[in-house]
T-cell receptor
Framework: QKEVEQDPGPLSVPEGAIVSLNCTYSNSAFQYFMWYRQYSRKGPELLMYTYSSGNKEDGRFTAQVDKSSKYISLFIRDSQPSDSATYLCAMRGGFKTIFGAGTRLFVKA | KAGVTQTPRYLIKTRGQQVTLSCSPISGHRSVSWYQQTPGQGLQFLFEYFSETQRNKGNFPGRFSGRQFSNSRSEMNVSTLELGDSALYLC????????????????FGPGTRLTVL
């Protein structure tokens, strides 16, 4: 079993939709949770990070962590065609960072 | 602040050759990590360097090696290249201010795309 599971998609939504991206994990040692966005042929770009359970909001993006269920989510409100990219969750415990496989998102105009 | 830079951006090599990739971290960042990204395997951790010492290593063969210099710049080397080494190699830097790496946020460079023929 992988330490981090993420549905690779692809996920296709119409412009303006609310997008929900999710990851589950098995290692309780993970304390720090991140979401990255990666456009084609580019390096991953950090979107959001959080330490604790609960919600963290930044503009149209909300990151949610549920440590009891070992489940994290990224919500994108009012999705735009420019949000079309691969979204990677990442988790860190100690010196170790593990990435999910990434979910490919397509937002249709 | 300038971001993480990687050179070269593209590289074509043949099987059996060796290659050296370079990474310059964000100014003030002390930790550099290397990842291999392929469509089938996703992002896989190679190794992490902090203060010129390798402090974490992924499950890659010994053909993959790295080092970090006193100015935090890092290089990775792949010897005896195989076709399966074709990938995007990403470098990420972080401030490494927290205890045991907790709280460190990694910032990625654009990557070096290596093609092995």
């Amino acid at each position: 079993q992988k330490e981090v599971e993420q549905d690779p998609g692809p996920l296709s939504v119409p412009e303006g939709a609310i997008v929900s991206l999710n990851c589950t994990y098995s290692n309780s040692a993970f304390q720090y949770f991140m979401w990255y966005r990666q456009y084609s042929r580019k390096g991953p770009e950090l979107l959001m990070y959080t330490y604790s359970s609960g919600n963290k909001e930044d503009g149209r993006f909300t990151a949610q962590v549920d440590k009891s269920s070992k489940y994290i989510s990224l919500f994108i409100r009012d999705s735009q065609p420019s949000d079309s990219a691969t979204y990677l969750c990442a988790m860190r415990g100690g010196f170790k960072t593990i990435f999910g496989a990434g979910t490919r998102l397509f937002v249709k105009a | 602040k300038a971001g993480v830079t990687q050179t070269p951006r593209y590289l074509i090599k043949t099987r059996g050759q060796q290659v050296t990739l370079s990474c310059s971290p964000i100014s003030g960042h002390r930790s550099v990590s290397w990842y291999q990204q392929t469509p089938g395997q996703g992002l896989q951790f190679l190794f992490e360097y902090f203060s010129e010492t390798q402090r974490n290593k992924g499950n890659f063969p010994g053909r993959f090696s790295g080092r970090q210099f006193s100015n935090s710049r890092s290089e990775m080397n792949v010897s005896t290249l195989e076709l399966g080494d074709s990938a995007l190699y990403l470098c990420a830097s972080s401030p490494a201010k927290g205890l045991a790496g907790v709280g460190d946020t990694q910032y990625f460079g654009p990557g070096t795309r290596l093609t092995v023929l």
